[in-house]
């Protein structure tokens, strides 16, 4: 799973960004903006700083990089049923301006439980590479972001895409825990 | 609403870290030891399996030590596999000691030998079966004798003994575990999921030695079996089956060299080894751990996961279609061994037992402990030490 669009994949499915279009955030969308910026910048540097100090957060907590990767996909697993069941969450009533930004919008909308899980792994994968994983880290979460910018009407008709984009996530974090077990 | 939300949301992720931590990702727990340590610890086996000699020319079988007995039971394929690792012990490190012991059991091994047209196979003085393992590993045994000493006085037994493993083999390249003296011929109904590996492995070490006279014909016919059809003609669920003696005998032909299709095995073989290592050292006491993840296996199953793994090292590190594995297989050959260190009984530690000499450098699972425990981490050990000495030069 170390291949670009492979590792491309895992960090979308796990972003999830329709979840981001089911974001119904209150505003303009010159008011929205602000929070989706706050979002990104906050995800993004948690996927930045997650992914540097994956090496040394493993080793210290004694974990194998293969061992790893199966937790990821058991958090991605969940997530992705959680997305199925649910459809992503439909954030309301969420406060005006940048602050929510930080919450819901930053965390735990565009920065999941998953990505962060799959971006520490794939981070601390020789394989996969640091640089590569945060990047398209970065960019699956900025997608998420984005994705609140876009007009409450459309909330609807994501809930059916984030629901497949679950689906998926159930098969990409079978294939990571397949994989870890499968590392020498 | 924003740190309150916040707050509540990295408390949930916490909690689901720590679950995770406490039940399915626990610390791996690897001991850092070296060279020295595995060859101590092999000594210790070596010394352990010395002692057990009886003047029957067998081992001690096994060991309650908690009701300090002895059950009386016995197993000529452990037999053959103990003596085996006391030869192979001689020619990893050069100390040719414990041949001395070994030679003992093996003149045991010939004085129950099967006689049959050209061939010769060991057979239970108890029930009288003729079973494909036991001469395969003591003719492994011979093979490492012969590298540890040169002595080729035995060099004919070794092709008697090969002769049989022939007649076992089936057009498929798979074995027959049993030969029925009462028919003449080989029992069509049974095979053995560690006999076919034993023999391939014996094969290939005779071919080593012997490498004009066509014993690489039917080792590259059963190392395609066991990398094709094995573990869906003998159901595995999971497979690849976890086969030592599989490895053993790749390595061997690590510079035949092996097909690609070999080499695929090769790898599956080694991941599936990692992974038990892996979650071996994960395996402890903890709350919810013990329970999860079970607790220790005993050494003849773990000391099994180092000898496959310091025999695949030993293939990967010449050839370059495993080169991207030799790193992982060296840190789980040195966890591994490091573990067998750890659960050995040291001398201070025997002295509690009822009978310290048969607890000192032994193995014991649920109070137990097994000739063949001794036998498989002490190949595993002394393999591991080998590897580990060649990296520090």
């Avoid at chain 1, 974001?23 to 930045?48: D, K, N």
């Avoid at chain 2, 070994?102 to 079966?129: K, V």
């Avoid at chain 2, 028919?183 to 560690?194: E, I, L, Q, R």
Wanted: aromatic fraction near 8%.
């Amino acid at each position: 799973m170390t291949d670009p669009w492979q590792l491309f994949l895992v960090m979308l499915v796990a972003a999830n960004p329709a979840t981001g279009l089911r974001a119904v955030l209150p505003g303009s969308l010159r008011e929205r903006v602000p929070a989706a910026a706050v979002a990104a910048g906050l995800a993004i540097t948690i996927v930045v700083v997650a992914g540097l100090v994956a090496d040394s957060l493993l080793e210290g907590l004694a974990i194998e990089e293969e061992t790893a990767r199966i937790a990821a996909g058991l958090v991605l697993g969940i997530s992705g049923g959680q997305a199925v069941v649910l459809g992503g969450p439909l954030v309301r009533d969420t406060p005006r301006g940048w602050q929510a930004g930080l919450y819901p919008l930053g965390i735990p909308l565009v920065l999941n439980a998953a990505i962060l899980a799959a971006v520490i792994a794939f981070s601390a994968n020789p394989d996969a590479g640091t640089g590569r994983s945060i990047g398209f880290a970065a960019i699956s979460v900025t997608l998420t972001a984005l994705a609140a910018l876009v007009p409450a009407r459309f909330a609807g008709p994501a809930d059916g895409v984030a629901r497949l984009v679950g689906a998926a996530a159930i098969l990409v974090a079978t294939a990571m825990v397949v994989s870890g077990v499968r590392d020498v | 609403m924003v740190l309150r939300g916040l707050a509540l949301t990295l408390a949930t992720w916490a909690i689901g870290a720590l679950l995770l931590r406490a039940t399915l990702v626990p610390a791996h727990q690897c001991p850092d030891y070296g060279p020295d340590a595995f060859e101590a610890s092999a000594q210790a086996s070596v010394a352990w399996i010395e002692r057990s000699l009886q003047s029957d020319g067998r081992y001690v079988y096994e060991y309650n030590a908690a009701t300090d007995s002895y059950p009386d039971d016995y197993n000529e394929v452990r037999h053959a596999g103990v003596t085996m690792s006391l030869y192979q012990y001689a020619a990893e490190s050069g100390d040719t000691g414990p041949i001395e012991t070994a030679d003992i059991a093996l003149q045991r091994m010939i004085d129950i030998s099967f006689e049959h047209g050209d061939w010769l196979a060991i057979q239970n003085p108890e029930n009288r079966t003729v079973k494909l393992g036991s001469t395969s590993l003591a003719l492994a045994g011979l093979a490492l004798r012969r590298h540890a000493t040169g002595d080729d006085q035995y060099d004919e037994l070794m092709r008697r003994y090969g002769r049989f493993i022939l007649e076992m083999q089936r057009p498929d390249g798979s074995f027959l575990n049993y030969w029925l003296p009462n028919t003449g011929a080989p029992d069509p109904t049974v095979t053995s999921k560690y006999a076919t590996g034993e023999a391939f492995w014996a094969l290939a070490l005779m071919h080593n030695l012997f490498p004009g006279e066509g014993w690489d014909v039917p080792a590259i016919a059963v190392a395609d079996y066991l990398a094709l059809h094995r573990d869906e003609v003998e159901q595995f669920e999971f497979p690849p089956w976890a086969d030592q003696w599989a490895a053993y005998g790749l390595s061997e032909m690590r510079t035949w060299p092996i097909s690609d299709v070999q080499a695929d095995y090769a790898r599956s073989l080694a991941e599936r080894f990692g992974f038990l290592i892996r979650v071996e050292s994960q395996r402890s006491d903890a709350l919810l751990v013990e329970e999860i993840h079970g607790g220790p296996t005993r050494a003849a199953g773990h000391g099994t996961w180092v000898e496959g793994l310091t025999s695949l090292y030993r293939l990967a590190a010449v050839d370059d279609r495993l080169a991207d594995i030799r790193s992982d297989l060296r840190d789980r050959i040195d966890c591994g061994a490091g573990m067998l260190v750890d659960r050995q009984v040291t001398s201070d530690a025997a002295a509690t037992y009822d009978d310290p000499s048969v607890a000192e450098g032994a193995w014991f699972s649920n109070n137990v402990t097994r000739m063949d425990d001794q036998q498989h981490a002490l190949s595993g050990l002394i393999r591991a030490a080998v590897i580990a000495r060649k990296e520090l030069e």
